[in-house]
């Protein structure tokens, strides 16, 4: 019976590891999308959009359904916990991505404005956040997940200084607004995606532990 | 007074040769009810007999330590076993109410024997209150007189449980009363837990965690005649501290 729940969890976690490579694909290529103003690519991650909504409503359904079937408890409990809030998370990452694919196709026309600021490089920074909360998550090894307030500093830095660079070019040209608007959003949306990596830690830091710990 | 219902002190437990329960310091609270879980074969019930000395009735069963009942050791000398088990009702896992009695007179029959009425009128009074404890008034008051042969087996159990109420114990052991009950009359005696608890504090034996998790306040968890863990249910359920408690509750212990 239990054996039967540990097997069907599994199933459920692998599920939950491909939404979440899918999620950082759409908000990674969306970005790559921008910087080499390929609208094509841009294109395939807003096709993503339902394939996410797919796994979200699919994964959420099977663990209800592994909670109404077991009853499971203590670890169990806590990993179909972490997973219905993983899927939430991995969600609005997914769709950050499909945002700024739409940003990308509206600015392919011309070239960017100081080479994207530093966009590109806080995408990777986040990307990897991600990537760490899904291996913690694979692996329950919570060390991967330790340093993700300073991680997270740093996106926060980043994002301050995309946004106080923007105004400085807005100033210098009124044609440089709305691309630099748009830079100073996209900033804002890789900053919430880094935030969503951070609640994610928190649940896997609890499924693990059983512990609530907050990632400032 | 001590603040505990139940309290142990290095209690062992042996029949013959063999340690059934092998050192055990256990404080229950008062007015809780207090799940001991754990899989077959634990001590569960062989720690539940012992605290209200039932367990002495089996000749090969010896008992070392102390079982304090609301701080008073019932093993100590001069103590009367049949005072204990005023003070500590038992119900059993077989709803067992004496055939040849009728409803009225099983709930009665523990007041008469024990001379704790004075008049027909208290003892009908009495036997109303425990029915009514026992969320039973309501379905038998029509037929005080029938045998409880007619009575469905969560019915039985609640009458069961009105008999021990009506000698108005401090505390109620209940071995797992609901193993041999249908699920509705499983909830009904579920709930009567909960109202129960106000006045009484319950110790339940259940080899099902999950009834543990429904309807009690706190969980021991037994294995192989040791508590291995002690603690609040929502905590034992959620974050169990000892790698046994955990794969007891995740099912992978049997």
Known sequence: ??????????KVKKKVIKMGSLAK???????????????KLADEVVSKKSELAEMDEKIEEEAL???????PMAKDMRTIACILKMITYLTRIGRYGKDIANVAKELADKPHIAKLVEIPYMTELVCKMIDDALKAFEMENISLLEDFSERDDTIDALRYSIFRECITYMMENPANIKRCAHYAMIARYLERCADHACKMAEKIYYMVT?????IK | MSDFAIETKKLRIYYG???IIKGIDLKVPKNVVFALMGPSGCGKSTLLRAFNRLLELNKEARVEGEVLILGKNVYGNGVNPIDVRKQVGMVFQYPNPFPHLSIYDNVAIGLKLNHLVKSKEELDERVKWALEKAFLWDEVKGRLDDYPASLSGGQKQRLVI???????????LMDEPTANVDPIGTRKIEELLFELKREYTIVLVTHEPMQAARV????????????????????IFEKPKHELTEKYVTGVLV
């Open chain 1, 1 to 10: 019976m239990t054996d039967r729940l540990h097997e069907e969890l599994k």
């Open chain 1, 25 to 39: 694909e759409m908000l990674y290529k969306s970005v790559e999308a921008l910087k080499n103003q390929d609208v």
């Open chain 1, 65 to 71: 359904q592994l909670i109404a079937l077991y009853q």
């Open chain 1, 210 to 214: 059983g512990e609530r710990k907050e």
């Open chain 2, 17 to 19: 040769e063999n340690e």
């Open chain 2, 162 to 172: 009105a008999r021990a109420l009506a000698l108005k114990p401090k505390i109620l």
């Open chain 2, 216 to 235: 009690s306040d706190y969980v021991g968890f037994l294995y192989l005649g040791k508590l291995v863990e002690v603690g609040l249910t929502r905590e």
